[in-house]
């Protein structure tokens, strides 16, 4: 038997190591739209989440403290796109985000699984704007 078989686990966060609490909030809620979930003062640091308009897995904005940590900051996944933002309409959203000051790496292409772009937050984390797919008719 696997280890999680039968069970009802999922992902429910993963963590973004940003500079500070308040430029991770502004571009995530203020420019993205995401929603702030959570935002818990621990003493020494905040527990502070966001989530993306349509739900999912919630985002740990981790103040980076140490020189490792900030070390870390937009290169979390080594360079890679490692953070993927599923979109029902990429041309509005792709529209907005530009409007919004978001920096796209190329023009949109269109890929088996859907129309895509590789963008940037300030933060140096790369991501990919995910539409759905074509309709072949």
Not at 67 to 74: F, N
Not at 110 to 120: D, N
């Amino acid at each position: 038997m696997t280890a999680l078989a039968g069970s009802q686990a999922r992902l429910a966060a993963l963590s973004i190591v940003v500079p500070d609490y308040a430029q991770g909030i502004a571009f995530y809620c203020t420019t993205l739209g995401f929603r702030l979930t959570e935002d818990l003062d621990q003493g020494a640091k905040r527990w502070v989440t966001v989530e993306p308009p349509g739900g999912g897995p919630r985002i740990v904005l981790a103040r980076a403290d140490t020189p490792d940590q900030r070390h870390a900051i937009g290169n979390q996944a080594g360079g890679r796109v490692w953070l993927f933002l599923q979109t029902d309409d990429f041309d509005r959203d792709h529209r907005r985000m530009i409007a919004a000051g978001v920096m796209f790496e190329e023009t949109p292409r269109r890929e088996p699984y859907g129309k895509v772009a590789v963008w940037r937050d300030p933060f140096g984390n790369r991501w990919d704007l995910i539409g759905p797919p074509s309709r072949q008719t």
